[in-house]
T-cell receptor
Framework: GQNIDQPTEMTATEGAIVQINCTYQTSGFNGLFWYQQHAGEAPTFLSYNVLDGLEEKGRFSSFLSRSKGYSYLLLKELQMKDSASYLCAVSSLTGGGNKLTFGTGTQLKVEL | GAVVSQHPSRVICKSGTSVKIECRSLDFQATTMFWYRQFPKQSLMLMATSNEGSKATYEQGVEKDKFLINHASLTLSTLTVTSAHPEDSSFYIC??????????????FGPGTRLTVL
């Protein structure tokens, strides 16, 4: 089966940098996604990693180590609007095709 | 591009009634659509995978007779919650995979449907 762990909550200061970690155990690994979700809304795509290393996209970066089953999402120059839940989702290739399994999400609160 | 819509956005119904939720891909053809359920402060849990023209594949623990899924065309999938009960109250989110664009494993999410069963 799949097992994905993220911290439940984090708090950071506006303008700072925050790193949200995600560890996973899965079979048929086929990539890892990070999504942002505001309360009552659908997840929005932030980043994708399938190979080891760092992917940078503006204020957001994501890192993957497949051998360690580990990823992190790095948010720079935090803004109040970044307060949201951040979901780590692992894509796996099964007999039925590609499937996403979501972690429980990390609720990030950005404070002044 | 790659926009997915859901209707309705919110629905309140009485216990015992059935509710249908529609999921549409607006600007692409979706060979595969997914239905998720999200309880408060929890993550998205995959309920079923729906392929156009074939029966949906349900995840373990999801009752196929209670959650009816129909994927009649490449742009529309429906989820019907039959004989809804208060414990079915949740946020239901669909997603779709674009056969022609993006990553093979990328899913585009709809805005979700908040179901409240009284």
């Amino acid at each position: 089966g799949q097992n994905i762990d993220q911290p439940t909550e984090m708090t950071a200061t506006e303008g700072a940098i925050v790193q949200i970690n995600c560890t996973y155990q899965t079979s048929g690994f086929n990539g890892l996604f990070w999504y942002q979700q505001h309360a009552g809304e659908a997840p929005t795509f932030l980043s994708y990693n399938v190979l080891d290393g760092l992917e940078e996209k503006g204020r957001f970066s994501s890192f993957l180590s497949r051998s360690k089953g580990y990823s992190y999402l790095l948010l720079k120059e935090l803004q109040m609007k970044d307060s949201a839940s951040y979901l780590c989702a692992v894509s796996s290739l099964t007999g039925g095709g590609n499937k996403l399994t979501f972690g429980t999400g990390t609720q990030l609160k950005v404070e002044l | 591009g790659a926009v997915v819509s859901q209707h309705p956005s919110r629905v309140i119904c009485k216990s015992g009634t059935s509710v249908k939720i529609e999921c549409r891909s607006l600007d692409f053809q979706a060979t595969t659509m997914f239905w998720y359920r999200q309880f408060p402060k929890q993550s998205l849990m995959l309920m079923a995978t729906s392929n156009e023209g074939s029966k949906a594949t349900y995840e373990q623990g999801v009752e196929k007779d209670k959650f009816l899924i129909n994927h009649a065309s490449l742009t529309l999938s429906t989820l019907t919650v039959t004989s809804a009960h208060p414990e079915d109250s949740s946020f239901y989110i669909c997603s779709a995979r674009d056969r022609g664009h993006g990553l093979d494993n990328e899913q585009f999410f709809g805005p979700g449907t908040r179901l409240t069963v009284l």
